[in-house]
């Protein structure tokens, strides 16, 4: 049979059999179909990374599955509510940054003396997965509030720090890492320009927004710009050579701050998301794995999984007087899957040299055994309170 014709027939079975498996298994759909995806992937049923057989579709869509998860997160975010939490919880938020990035580099480096690009992994946060919780416990519930303010902030620092390793290991230091650091922040300040400017052209004229997004729409009008948005984004970003996922990231941050009047919007992008787009990522996130690198690698991923949600929970520890222990644990496991970010870290340090086989599978290894295990966690620990 074509491979094409496998792969289309693989990927159509698991989307649709992953949320039974899941209700099954009452575990949620992320962590079941990646560890399906690691199954099929050591079966031979699918592959990633398949261009070397002229077919990598599986990968565009992963790639695109990725992104749009990221715009996804971006749409959870909505900066004018989180401009009008107490000055506490932003206080609090900046200070779990603060101990997180110190607990990193004081065990990390000067404690257990770990490869220094395993170290600057151990703080990275994400909040793509983050978006998935969002969507099950819902955006409002407290700790999931305080997880996505501590998120906005540890991701654009995550972010940051992991196109200047990029660039720094690719370039050295050198004259023009310099100026790909200046250019990160022109970009950043333009992005914060242009939020100001739109905040003042929409508090003139507020019936622009409904010109743009009207509110009874037959044509789709809403959806057609929210995903123009995002691929103008996302070719910004290739044009500047700059990390991708961080442009997804701030176009769905763009919608839902300045376009929160369209609550339906939201709810069309998550559907389409989570029900395609998503699932196919995490599978291939779960296929991408090489089962020869499995126990060589599984102590020293365990190792890392383990110092990585431990620095959390105490960087957590800042949180409770705001949200409660419980909440504050929540926060810190929500926290604590950061797989894109990880893979993208591993990748780097591979492809320059500095981490060897063992290394990176044990980082793309901890990475899947991070989600599985921070899901599953939060799962029993939200559970009264579901």
Do not use: C
């Not at 490869?115 to 946060?125: C, D, H, S």
């Not at 250019?183 to 927004?209: N, Q, T």
């Not at 009207?214 to 044509?219: E, N, S």
């Not at 110092?307 to 504050?328: D, E, P, Q, T, Y």
């Amino acid at each position: 049979m074509d491979s094409n014709v496998t792969l289309i027939l693989t990927l159509s079975l698991v989307l649709v059999l992953s949320p039974y498996l899941s209700n099954f298994f009452r575990l949620p759909t992320a962590p079941i179909e990646i560890i399906v995806g690691s199954v099929l992937g050591a079966l031979g049923f699918i592959s990633a990374g398949t261009a070397h057989d002229g077919n990598n579709y599986f990968d565009l869509m992963a790639e695109v599955g990725f992104l749009y998860l990221m715009f996804l997160a971006g749409l959870e975010v909505n900066l004018k509510s989180i401009g009008k939490n107490p000055k506490e919880y932003t206080v609090q938020a900046i200070s779990f940054l603060a101990i997180l990035g110190g607990s990193a580099f004081f065990i990390g480096q000067l404690i257990l003396d770990l490869n220094p690009i395993i170290t600057a992994a151990l703080p990275l946060i994400s909040i793509g997965l983050l978006a998935t919780l969002s969507k099950e416990y819902g955006k409002d519930t407290p700790w999931i509030k305080v997880a996505l303010l501590v998120g906005v902030i540890g991701e654009v620092l995550s972010i940051t720090v992991l196109t200047i390793l990029e660039v720094a290991l690719a370039l050295g230091f050198s004259q023009e890492l310099f100026y790909k650091i200046l250019l990160l922040v022109a970009f950043l300040g333009v992005v914060l320009g242009l939020y100001y400017l739109l905040r003042l052209i929409f508090w003139w004229y507020p019936e622009f927004k409904g010109t743009i997004m009207p509110h009874t729409d037959a044509k789709d009008q809403d959806l057609r710009f929210a995903m123009g948005i995002f691929f103008i984004m996302i070719v910004i970003m290739k044009l500047l050579y700059l990390e991708l996922a961080f442009g997804a990231f701030i176009a769905g941050l763009f919608i839902s701050t300045f376009f929160h009047h369209k609550k339906e919007l939201e709810h069309k992008m998550s559907s389409f998301g989570f029900g395609f787009l998503v699932p196919i990522f995490f599978i291939h996130v779960g296929a991408s794995f090489d089962y020869d690198f499995f126990i060589p690698a599984i102590g020293t991923a365990v190792k890392i999984l383990v110092l990585m949600i431990m620095i959390r929970v105490i960087s957590g520890f800042s949180l409770r007087n705001i949200i409660g222990k419980r909440n504050a644990i929540l926060v810190a496991l929500s926290l604590s899957m950061p797989l894109t970010l990880l893979i993208a870290t591993a990748t780097i340090g591979h492809h320059h040299g500095i981490l060897d086989e063992h290394h990176y599978y044990a980082l793309i290894l901890a990475s899947l055994l991070e989600v599985i295990v921070a899901m599953v966690a939060i799962k029993w620990i939200a559970k009264p309170s579901s």
